[in-house]
């Protein structure tokens, strides 16, 4: 037999959606020399690292550059410094989380990929339309067959369990990407006494939950009782602290957790050991930092940027009699398209004539046709700028 590829890849075609988007801004910029694009389309953070995290990445470079301090291939399962400081974070949820259940990752992308890797590909996996495209991008790669559960103006962009046919891997994000939706204290444990009741596990995304501002939604499914027996969950130092470009995430597999009556940590561990030499410590430490009183403080600030621009866009669109949804507990907001006009129409126009990037909706899944996504992230002056060009059209 000749080397052949996977037979999943060659049937997955075009780009990944935001790869298209930055193509298209490029384009834009080369065909426009001199004038300024705004981008509210990839949901990239903008604001510099914390002062605290900075310091702590020089620190622990120098610390490499000694003999003494030096290190090497690290616990694949990242520092226990880190380990404890996230375990911190799950502290008074129903569910207590311990250090030796969370692995440090590369990010929450990584992670989603690798923790389809316990799974067997002929599990069906569950995803919301719209969602994040990475799941059903990293899922259908691998092998896996991906189903939708929909998102829609009649369950609020809050689905509860109902349209799941059959026991499978369900990907939940709370906040959600790109709708803004955010998930109750009563939705999770509906999701949580559903997975128990059919088999399902959840995984549960939590990238975006630093941005919550109603106290009382959860920032974990494991604020719901008996998640521990069905639930894994992403979190991420990308959005809430700047890491795009750092890279850290990690993620929580509860001791117990069984699929089929198989417990998944021991797997897990020993698919680490053969499959991972862990994330760099210097990245480990200014993950650390970012978790310290201080690194919380600085990263509000950072936070309190971007939710200033969602309240000016959310201003926007209600006096525009716009209907939108999020901005609120996500630094996404969710806009319909004024009278029915086709969202990757209206996108277009609004960078060929604008020179303003939004995301048109179908990019997350069918049921975004007729939405824009819109990502606050491009700092208060920009925002207000956009707001001024896109009038007339959005
Ligand atoms: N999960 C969601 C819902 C996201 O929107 C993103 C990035 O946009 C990620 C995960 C990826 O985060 P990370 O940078 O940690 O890989």
Redesign the pocket.
């Known amino acids: 037999m000749s080397v052949s590829v996977h037979p999943a890849l060659p049937e997955m075609t075009g780009n990944y959606l935001f790869q298209q988007i930055g193509k298209q801004a490029v384009d834009w910029e080369a065909a426009h020399p001199g004038e300024r694009m705004i981008s509210f389309g990839i949901?990239d953070v903008t604001q510099p690292l914390a002062p605290v995290v900075a310091e702590a990445l020089r620190i622990a470079a120098a610390e490499m550059a000694t003999h003494r301090h030096r290190r090497g291939y690290g616990p694949a399962a990242g520092y226990d410094f880190l380990r404890q400081a996230i375990a911190n974070e799950y502290a008074g949820y129903d569910e207590i989380i311990s250090p030796e259940e969370i692995t440090v990752t590369h990010?929450?992308?990584?992670a989603i990929s690798d923790i389809l890797t316990l799974f067997d590909p002929r599990t069906p996996v569950w995803i919301c339309d719209p969602g994040?495209p990475?799941y059903r991008e990293i899922a259908q790669s691998a092998g896996f067959s991906v189903h939708s559960i929909p998102r829609t103006e009649e369950n609020n962009f809050l689905p509860l369990p109902g349209d799941i046919s059959e026991p499978g891997i369900v990907f939940l994000?709370s906040p959600d990407?790109p709708t803004g939706a955010a998930f109750s204290l009563a939705a999770w444990q509906a999701w949580v006494d559903f997975a128990r009741e059919n088999g399902s596990i959840l995984i549960a995304?939590a990238?975006?939950a630093a941005y919550l501002a109603e106290d009382a939604l959860p920032r974990s499914v494991f604020a719901a009782s008996g998640a521990r027996e069905c639930a894994i969950e992403i979190g991420?130092f990308?959005k809430s602290d700047g890491f795009?470009g750092l890279r850290c995430?990690w993620i929580v597999l509860p001791e117990g957790l069984r699929a089929s009556g198989v417990a998944l940590a021991p797997c897990w561990r020993r698919r680490l050991a053969c499959r991972s030499n862990g994330v760099g410590y210097p990245v480990q430490r200014a993950a650390e930092a970012a978790l310290s009183p201080t690194g919380k403080r600085q990263g509000a600030a950072a936070l309190s940027v971007y939710r200033r621009c969602s309240e000016l866009l959310s201003r926007h669109f209600i006096e525009a009699n716009i209907s939108f949804w999020g901005g609120k507990n996500a630094p996404y907001l969710w806009a319909k398209c004024p009278s029915g006009t086709d969202s990757e129409i209206l996108a277009r126009r609004l960078l060929e004539e604008r020179g303003v990037v939004v995301t048109p909706g179908e990019g997350f899944g069918a049921l975004g046709r007729g939405y824009l996504r819109i990502a606050a992230f491009a700092g208060e002056k920009d925002t207000a700028e956009a707001i001024r060009r896109m009038s007339g059209i959005l």
């Open positions: 949901g990010g929450a992308k990584e994040y990475a994000c990407n995304d990238a975006y991420s990308s795009t995430g």
